[in-house]
């Protein structure tokens, strides 16, 4: 829903409670957030509510984007993280590996 050309927020609590009672057993959900925004620590505490021990978050990004996890599963290990991003990157060119880096720094 847009009113008066803003979106509303993909971070607030319905949306948050939504996607994680659709979760499947295995499944994780994806939120980037604006790390620079100046109301991203209220965010952030807002989700670690909602979410508690289901999130997890990468380290800011250069750009100040952060990417929320939200998931039951246990988190893959690194050696499959690495595989995939290298696949990935064979196939389309998208290289992660500064992605994992910093989720390695975790």
């Given amino acids: 829903k847009q009113e008066d050309g803003k979106r509303d927020s993909l971070d607030r609590h319905d949306f948050i409670a939504a996607c994680l009672a659709r979760l499947q057993p295995a499944g994780w959900a994806a939120l980037n957030l604006l790390g620079r925004n100046p109301d991203f620590p209220a ?9 508690g021990e289901r999130l997890h978050g990468l380290p800011a990004s250069p750009s100040g984007n952060v990417i929320a996890l939200l998931g ?26 500064p992605t994992l880096a910093r989720l390695t720094r975790s």
């Fill in 72 to 97: 039951d599963a246990p988190f893959p290990p690194q050696e499959a993280l690495t595989a995939a991003a290298e696949a990935l990157q064979q196939g389309t060119g998208l290289d992660l590996g």
């Fill in 43 to 51: 965010r952030r505490a807002q989700l670690e509510r909602i979410a």
